[in-house]
């Protein structure tokens, strides 16, 4: 039953957006927890439901439900959230993603000290894409980081920016 519930929420996020966009955030904070589901049918589903709406609906008005949630100690809505900052931020421009950084780094930082690797990976990741989309203009934020996080972070965002344009970041900018 609850299956079915949430694919008939893909088909009205996905053919409806007007009649749900009143309520993108109640839609987007109920999927958040049904993602933790024991039942993988149904947390498959609410995140299929959770990349239309955050794909689909303004990231303005999703980023206002994530970015609460980041400093969850709930270790599986803190990886979802992560997934999803990640999903928005690659949607944004870059002058609204600077814009908007000082509202959710300071929770991601926290997030990368967090004692599950699952957590630390998803956070190295979110960073990764933000630093491949700002290029070297994203190095000012990340002072606070560790040097061992920096380097990190800075190794794969060169090692993947390589792999998409053939240029590391250095290059880029």
């Known amino acids: 039953m609850r299956e079915l519930a949430l694919s008939l929420i893909a088909e009205m996020l996905n053919n409806q957006k007007d009649a749900i966009e009143d309520s993108t955030e109640i839609v987007l904070e109920k999927l958040l927890h049904?993602?933790?589901?024991a039942v993988a049918k149904i947390s498959n589903e609410a995140?299929?439901?959770l990349n239309v709406l955050l794909a689909k609906y303004d990231p303005?008005?999703?980023?206002?439900v994530i970015v609460p949630l980041l400093v969850s100690d709930d270790e599986k809505i803190l990886v979802v959230c992560i997934n999803c900052l990640t999903k928005l931020v690659g949607r944004l421009s870059q002058e609204e993603l600077i814009d908007k950084l000082p509202t959710f780094l300071p929770a991601l930082f926290d997030a990368f000290n967090n004692q599950s690797?699952?957590?630390r990976k998803t956070v190295v990741f979110c960073l990764v894409d933000?630093?491949?989309?700002?290029?070297k203009a994203f190095?000012?934020?990340?002072?606070?980081?560790?040097?061992?996080q920096l380097r990190l972070v800075t190794i794969y965002a060169n090692r993947?920016?390589?792999?998409?344009?053939?240029?590391p970041i250095d290059s880029n900018q």
Not at 139 to 148: H, I, M, Q
Not at 160 to 167: F, H, L, P, T, V
């Open 160 to 167: 993947i920016s390589q792999a998409r344009s053939g240029k």
């Open 47 to 49: 995140n299929q439901c």
């Open 139 to 148: 190095a000012p934020y990340l002072e606070g980081l560790s040097s061992t």
């Open 34 to 37: 049904v993602t933790k589901d």
């Open 130 to 135: 933000m630093y491949i989309m700002l290029g």
């Open 60 to 64: 303005f008005r999703c980023l206002d």
């Open 117 to 119: 690797p699952d957590v």
